[in-house]
């Protein structure tokens, strides 16, 4: 039973040792000055916060805020709030964080003249780029761009990297038809009514349960929740089902393979049905992992196959990897799990990458200039802290350590999954990017907020999953706060 | 004759000096170390920025790149390049530099503790917002939130407030049509795949030259230059002209009011066509000078009328000031010239704000939590410095000197335009948001490359038109090296 192969001080202090693991002690990475453990003094909120929140909504609808933070004394993996709350942060700020708080480098990125300079002197980079940033982003090409992708663009965000991806992929398919860039009159005039020839019929299809972002265009291939979309127009474009696993993965083979075809069988339909409706599909946006839409996971043969029907049919594939990217999976991309023939054509960032973008392959290159453009094109002060972040995860071998520490975190839940289901169950993860299911949405969102009321700060996606995205350096100690935690939380909960 | 009211020092130390105008001198607002004037050493593109060049496009397309900078050396209104050239700069990184280069001020912004932690702690700031984020919201609104609109939201850039700013039009419309936010099952699923009645069939208004960026929706109302829009799918939403005056403006009162009424009178119409067409305008986006698509201007007379129109058809009205906000033209917001009976419902910012946000009314304000809603909704690293920037504008009266430097510079353009007319004309502006139009897209490209030769940086816009978006520092004595230059450009051309 989970409960007999961990000791738990008291609480506030508590540490759980596994006894005769040794990999638990050798890849603990914790940055100085990190508590022991959660440390709660107030329910959640607290008076400050409460306070501060009716401070917010004077000026903006705050409904969504949980806490406010005191980020001046959060340290690593631990969050504090303005009451003086000490959380283990396993959602790391919407999974943005891959050093978690205040890491000592990172606070001496601005150190210097140069750099600071770079904060207040902030370029239109399409124009006037510094002097450095050919060297930066060469840098960020050679250390993490997906194989055979060698062109980058930076954003501001992964709703503007989705969007710009989105236009490469119709430029490239209206080039592909064209046969060229010579634009017709009629083109370059009816572009500017928003009318085809030069404004084309072209679609971008996604999966059910996707989240990609929430700008016009980018909502048009979000699924996940109708209050993210409802009231605001769309494009009529079309959506394929994704599959939809049974777990543990090893019993339900059969039925996921099952799955993976009748999804792929529905994606070749709907190329053919928007064809034949005058809206050829230009691309198609996949998260190599169904983060928002409930960490929805599929197999590698999946992706293949989906790669060979986008390529049958001349789209681009779009790998979002807003999420998945950066390295909570314990890959650099998610996608290189899938053993893909060809990278995919184009692979979006943000979130631990710390600014939007992509990178794409030389059949999405676009062969004017101010085609892809805007004001900013990211921003210099956000390089300077992903070359650092991209640095210090390859010297001290972090991916490395997020393997070690979700193959544990998942053992673990599978454990404890098997003692407590159906309270929970369908424990999944790549990493340390890692879900269960809840027996039900409301045990989802019991879960989460009494796991806060022992301090332990967890993500819900869709209805009934409870997402983990902790930093890169969340060890095995962390993940034992967690699971201890979960164990009392789920001991004192019913099946219904 | 313009030549005749100034004397010119060597070039590269050129000071122009107006005898008995006492203006001049009381209203230099320098920054320490500035140079006395351009100085150049190398043809542009000098060597250094070739060879960067080359560099930068191994994984980027470069072609809009002009120069690369040195930006540890720039100062005030004054870009250093990496080749040692040190140019006036009157465009400032697209209009988004209000207090110019390396201020130092802004140089200490980072330079304590608590704010510097704000750079590397990044927070998610609709769930889990920093304790100082209700103080800085409420600060803001105070300082410069548009009469009425006492309610803001932060985003990264323009085209994200301007997507967002859409969304906030079309809630309200079906919020008003529905008579609550009481969803049915219908729209709940309907909306996931982007169908009506979810989905609904609505539409935004803009103008033809408009610019409010190049995501897909903002794209979608973007109508200036071709190529922003080629190859990329829009919504059918109308287009409605905007006036074209003819300059001076009083000779030419009659001309421009018809311009205003003609497109006053197809505005409307565009509401009942799309009315009657099923697809409804829930707003109408306007930017208060057409930056962009040319530097067109509008008289108060046509934005109170626009404003009635909207109000008619139950529409919002969008004020576009991303360009025009922050100061430039001499109010803190262009559409405080317009003396609205009301303000506008939405009013969105980015550039001299830097970063994208909006401010909005009562009717526009989102009742659920979640509906305007995306990771980072902002950055606190840049609010920092958007604090420091409003409080230095208000403290050293910068409106008032942008006003008087404006009155200035069109006074003299406009004395210059008659000597070399019809080389170019049409002077316009607010502040010293001011442009001129050049004879033809030729005249006005050669323009700007030879003003940049002689170390000026200036901006085209659209076709035929220079624009200056100088600093809010930017004084008579830049002014003057600026008309110098231009005269000796223009001295330099013939007319075709």
């Keep these: 039973m989970w409960s007999k192969c961990c000791r738990v001080s008291a609480f506030g202090h508590q540490i759980l040792q596994q006894i005769g693991n040794k990999a638990f002690v050798s890849t603990v990475l914790q940055i100085a000055g990190e508590p022991e453990g959660p440390c709660m003094k107030t329910a959640v909120p607290g008076p400050r916060t409460q306070q501060l929140l009716k401070d917010l909504s004077n000026v903006q609808q705050a409904g969504s805020t949980q806490i406010f933070v005191d980020y001046d004394k959060s340290i690593g993996n631990y969050l504090v709030d303005v009451d003086g709350n000490t959380f283990l942060d396993t959602y790391t700020q919407i999974s943005t964080m891959p050093l978690g708080y205040n890491h000592p480098e990172l606070l001496q990125a601005f150190c210097n003249e140069h750099d600071l300079k770079c904060l207040i002197n902030r370029p239109a980079l399409g124009v006037f780029p510094g002097e450095d940033w050919p060297r930066r982003m060469n840098h960020i090409v050679e250390m993490v761009a997906p194989r055979g992708l060698n062109h980058i663009n930076t954003m501001m965000c992964g709703a503007c990297a989705n969007e710009n991806a989105f236009k490469h992929a119709f430029m490239a398919y209206r080039r592909r038809e064209r046969g060229s860039d010579n634009f017709s009159k009629e083109e370059e005039e009816s572009c500017l009514c928003n009318q085809p020839p030069g404004a084309p019929k072209l679609a971008i299809m996604s999966f059910k349960h996707a989240f990609h972002g929430r700008s016009l265009g980018t909502l048009s291939t979000t699924r996940s929740k109708f209050i993210q979309k409802i009231d605001i127009p769309a494009f009529d474009w079309p959506m394929a089902d994704f599959p ?20 792929l ?8 049905k928007w064809g034949k409706n005058g809206m050829p599909v230009a691309g198609v946006i996949v998260e190599p992992i169904q983060s ?32 998945t990217g950066g390295g909570p999976t314990g890959q650099f991309w998610c ?12 692979v979006t960032f943000s979130k631990k990458m ?18 892809t453009f805007n004001t900013w094109m990211g921003d210099p002060g956000k390089v300077i802290l992903l070359e ?5 995860i390859s010297r001290d071998d972090l991916l490395e350590h997020v393997r070690k520490t979700g193959k544990y975190l998942i053992e673990q839940l599978k454990r404890m999954e098997k003692e407590f289901a ?4 369908s424990t999944r993860g790549r990493g340390t990017f890692v879900a269960i299911t809840a027996e039900s949405a409301g045990a989802r969102d019991q879960m989460i907020d009494k796991l806060r009321a022992k301090g332990v700060i967890s993500g819900g996606a869709y209805t009934h999953t409870l997402r983990l995205r902790p930093t890169l350096l969340f060890g095995q100690k962390h993940a034992d706060i967690f699971l201890d935690a979960l164990y009392k939380v789920v001991k004192g909960m019913k099946s219904s």
Tied chains: 1, 2.
Excluded at 422 to 425: A, I, N, R, T, V
């Design 422 to 425: 159906p309270l929970f169950h």
């Design 265 to 272: 069988a529905g994606v070749e339909e709907l190329f053919e």
């Design 292 to 323: 928002e839409g409930g960490d929805n996971h599929a197999s590698p043969y999946f992706f293949q196959r989906l790669q060979a029907i986008c390529r049958k049919n001349g789209a681009a594939l779009i790998m979002d990897e807003v999420q």
């Design 354 to 371: 710390q600014l939007g973008g992509y990178f794409f392959n030389d059949d999405m290159r676009v062969h004017q200039p101010f085609r």
């Design 244 to 263: 939809q696993y049974c777990y543990p993965l090893e019993n339900n083979e059969r039925h996921n393979k099952e799955e993976d075809d009748k999804c």
């Design 335 to 346: 996608h290189e799990y899938f053993d893909l023939e060809t990278p995919p054509d184009i």
């Design 388 to 392: 650092k972040i991209i640095d210090i």
